[in-house]
């Protein structure tokens, strides 16, 4: 079946340690997104790549950064954990982002703990 | 500007009997509307959306919603309820005169329980 694989499930992480969350996806997708989620509350989108033309969201934090090597894969780097950065971490793909009415496909997350 | 709304953070209802899950949106042109679930521990699943046409969307698992221009709302039902549809769900929206340069706007959720 054509998915939307994250590893890890699961990560844990000191303070201050960089930490890379990868996502792959195999429905050829041009849209790649990343959200963060905190506590079962509304999914907040960090940034998203469009083919190769990557799409920052104004408040997203510096400390935060995306990689998108081919249509498949994509990562997020954490540069500087904090505490506060302690969020499950949602990787979603989409179509077409020129129509606006295709819905998102979503991973299973990974679960960041940031000790 | 986009924005959606579900007023209820919890809805409780018992196996068998009809479920309702509330959304309301504003939007400046004609809206994009979507429905996803999520189980704990889960990404979110995609239910249904509306487009355009009829007002009445048939979703997966038997889910279904109904758009009201007049009320901007876009309410998820389901005839009878199922202990296995207790998950969180948000409805999102983007507004199609923005097209792809706004992206989706989530409500805050509603959980939902399904009491056996």
């Known amino acids: 079946d054509a998915m939307v694989i994250q590893n890890p499930r699961y990560q844990v992480t000191q303070f201050g340690k960089p930490v890379t969350l990868s996502c792959s996806q195999t429905?050829?997708?041009?849209?790649m997104y990343w959200y963060q989620q905190k506590s079962s509350q509304a999914p907040k989108l960090l940034f998203h790549y469009y083919d190769k033309d990557f799409n920052n969201e104004a408040d997203t934090p510096d400390n935060f950064q995306s990689r998108r090597p081919n249509t498949s894969f994509c990562f997020l780097d954490i540069r500087s954990p904090g505490l506060g950065d302690a969020a499950m971490y949602l990787c979603?793909?989409?179509?077409?982002?020129?129509?606006?009415?295709?819905?998102?496909?979503f991973g299973p997350g990974t679960r960041l703990t940031v000790l | 500007a986009q924005s959606v709304a579900q007023p209820e953070d919890q809805v409780n209802v018992a196996e068998g009997n009809p479920l309702t899950v509330k959304c309301t949106y504003s939007?400046?042109?004609?809206?994009?509307l979507f429905w996803y679930v999520q189980y704990p521990n889960r990404g979110l699943q995609f239910l249904l959306k509306y487009i355009t046409g009829d007002n009445l969307v048939k979703g997966s698992y038997g889910f279904e919603a109904e758009f009201n221009k007049s009320q901007t709302s876009f309410h998820l039902k389901k005839p009878s309820a199922l202990v296995s549809d207790s998950a969180l769900y948000f409805c999102a929206v983007r507004d199609e005169m923005w097209g792809s340069a706004r992206q989706l706007t989530f409500g805050s959720g509603t959980q939902l329980t399904v009491l056996p």
């Open positions: 979603a793909t989409s179509r077409d982002r020129l129509a606006g009415y295709n819905e998102q496909f």
């Open positions: 429905l050829n997708h041009n849209v």
């Open positions: 939007v400046s042109g004609n809206p994009y």
